[in-house]
């Protein structure tokens, strides 16, 4: 059964950094991707990044350049590391484990089919 505890939200000023970390259990090698979405109030789950087990990187267009998603070698944390945060980034931050096998958008929710419960960011101006 895959388990997936989020940490590290909070409140922060623009222009601030906050880690976010995953604690991650009970998925199989046959998972492709793992990722982190946000969803703001009022707001469909978005994709922000994600990471293939080869290590490839996906990011949404609007926190490329600024947020990095990474992984431990045990595959046990999954992180995302949040730089010159703005207020349009305060949402409920997830992560979550892919569908089993190679997914064609792997920042799509609906490939992904195990969450955590979540952590909130918020961002002040």
Do not use: H
């Not at 199989?28 to 789950?45: I, L």
């Amino acid at each position: 059964q895959v388990q997936l505890v989020e940490s590290g939200g909070g409140s922060v000023q623009a222009g601030g950094s906050l880690r976010l970390s995953c604690a991650t259990s009970g998925y199989t090698a046959s998972t492709y991707y793992v990722g982190w979405f946000r969803q703001a109030p009022g707001k469909e789950r978005e994709g922000v990044a994600a990471i293939a087990n080869s290590g490839i990187t996906s990011y949404a267009d609007s926190v490329k350049g600024r947020f990095t998603i990474s992984q431990d070698n045990a595959k046990n944390f999954l992180y995302l590391q949040m730089n010159s945060l703005k207020p349009e980034d305060t949402a409920m931050y997830y992560c979550a484990v892919g569908q089993p096998g190679w997914v064609p958008n792997p920042l799509s929710p609906y490939e992904y089919n195990s969450w955590g419960q979540g952590t909130q960011v918020t961002v002040s101006s």
